[in-house]
């Protein structure tokens, strides 16, 4: 059974930092693409930032020099480093690992990312 449980979630001031983390049980991490998406209330669910089976990252333009995604194949953990955050990234994080050559896409149950004074 396929788990990715997200933590590292809070409230944070303007200008703070997180990290989010993203533990897999029964897959491997290095065998997927993994992705952390948020979605904010009231909008559609969007992509973050992706670390690739080759181990590239690439991130969406809100958060190109400010976010970091990496992975730790011996914990079998991606993680989320958030650095000079917001109040436009409030929202749930989710973390997602796809398979493209069968498609296959797994979800974790997300962890709330609150950015306020």
């Known amino acids: 059974q396929v788990q990715l449980v997200e933590s590292g979630g809070g409230l944070v001031k303007p200008g703070g930092s997180l990290t989010l983390s993203c533990a897999a049980s029964g897959i491997l991490v290095s065998g997927y693409n993994m992705n952390w998406y948020r979605q904010a209330p009231g909008k559609q669910r969007e992509l973050v930032a992706t670390?690739?089976?080759?181990?590239?990252?690439d991130y969406s333009d809100f958060v190109k020099g400010r976010f970091t995604i990496s992975r730790d194949n011996a914990e079998n953990t991606v993680y989320l480093q958030m650095n000079s955050l917001k109040p436009e990234d409030t929202a749930v994080y989710y973390c997602?690992?796809?398979?493209?050559?069968?498609?296959?896409?797994?979800w974790g149950q997300g962890t709330q990312v609150t950015v306020s004074s």
């Open positions: 670390i690739t089976r080759a181990g590239t990252t």
């Open positions: 997602n690992a796809h398979f493209s050559v069968v498609p296959t896409n797994y």
